[in-house]
């Protein structure tokens, strides 16, 4: 009976003992699993770049039938009429699917004007819009003309959007493929750097495709006006001056007239005095005379 109730103990023992151990084998698989899953997004996160860049490398870039340049302009003219000369440069803008970035008129004084342009047109005209404004021009005093070329710069820009887009690609791949939160989280980060550079990578793109596609002129125009004095009417009014000469002469007269008239009348007492005393004078001389004759 001992013995019996001795056996049964060693088997519970023995058995307990067992499921311990086939469980902790069971959380190291588990946690090993993990490890690996989580060095296998490692490792594929490390290729996809090198992937991209590869199959970008791969891919034979084909070389542009077009040229990809950046003009600029700057043109300085001496015109005879600047209104008429700006409103002639704004309709071959329009003529040639162009636009204006801006437009100034400048007074420096009554002989001279000045008229800035700043204007964008199509490549395909560049060199007609140049022509055409410098024909409005009655002397050309500058003509600068730049020219950048940025094809190989936009080639380069494409192979990096490629290779971006096939990450992005892989990612979003990875994303519907993840199980665990930890992996999902990481693939979303990656995902939206990756998108991030994308965009800047088409942001420039698209303003090296619109600096090409449409050449910047800056336009300067200076009239020089002679100005020839005119013979004005109130000039030439010979009647009205002879009036007034006239006017001012008689009214010079009657004003001495005036001030003689005033003199003699005011002092008359004193030259009806001065008059006696004179006759006075005159009479005693002449008496005292007549009296030395006899």
Request: glycine fraction near 6%; proline fraction near 1%; aromatic fraction near 8%.
């Amino acid at each position: 009976m001992k013995k019996g109730v001795f056996y049964f103990l060693l088997l519970v023992l023995l058995g307990f003992l067992v499921a311990c151990s086939a469980a902790e084998e069971s959380k190291s698989v588990s946690e090993m699993d993990s490890a690996n899953d989580s060095a296998a997004y490692g490792e594929k996160e490390e290729s996809l770049a090198v992937e991209g860049e590869e199959k970008s490398a791969e891919e034979p870039i084909e070389a542009n039938e077009q040229r990809m340049i950046i003009h600029n302009a700057i043109i300085r003219t001496n015109v005879k009429e600047l209104a008429k000369a700006q409103s002639n440069i704004e309709q071959k803008v329009k003529e040639y699917g162009g636009y204006i970035v801006e437009s100034n008129v400048y007074k420096e004084d009554d002989q001279t004007s000045n008229g800035q342009m700043i204007v964008r047109i199509p490549e395909k005209h560049f060199e007609t819009f140049l022509s055409d404004a410098e024909g409005e021009a009655s002397k050309v005093l500058e003509r600068n003309v730049t020219g950048q070329d940025v094809t190989e710069q936009y080639v380069d820009l494409t192979s990096r959007l490629k290779s971006k887009r096939v990450v992005e690609e892989r990612l979003l791949t990875f994303m519907e493929g993840a199980e665990k939160t930890e992996d999902l989280l990481k693939i979303s980060s990656d995902l939206a750097k990756v998108q991030e550079e994308i965009e800047v990578i088409v942001g420039k793109m698209k303003y090296l495709e619109n600096q090409s596609s449409f050449s910047t002129i800056e336009l300067t125009m200076i009239e020089n006006r002679v100005i020839v004095p005119g013979i004005e009417n109130n000039d030439l009014n010979t009647w009205e001056k002879t009036k007034k000469q006239f006017i001012t002469s008689t009214n010079t007269l009657l004003a001495g007239g005036s001030a003689i008239l005033v003199f003699f009348i005011g002092n008359l007492p004193v030259f009806l005095i001065l008059g006696l005393i004179a006759f006075a004078v005159y009479w005693i001389i002449k008496r005292r005379r007549l009296v030395e004759k006899k």
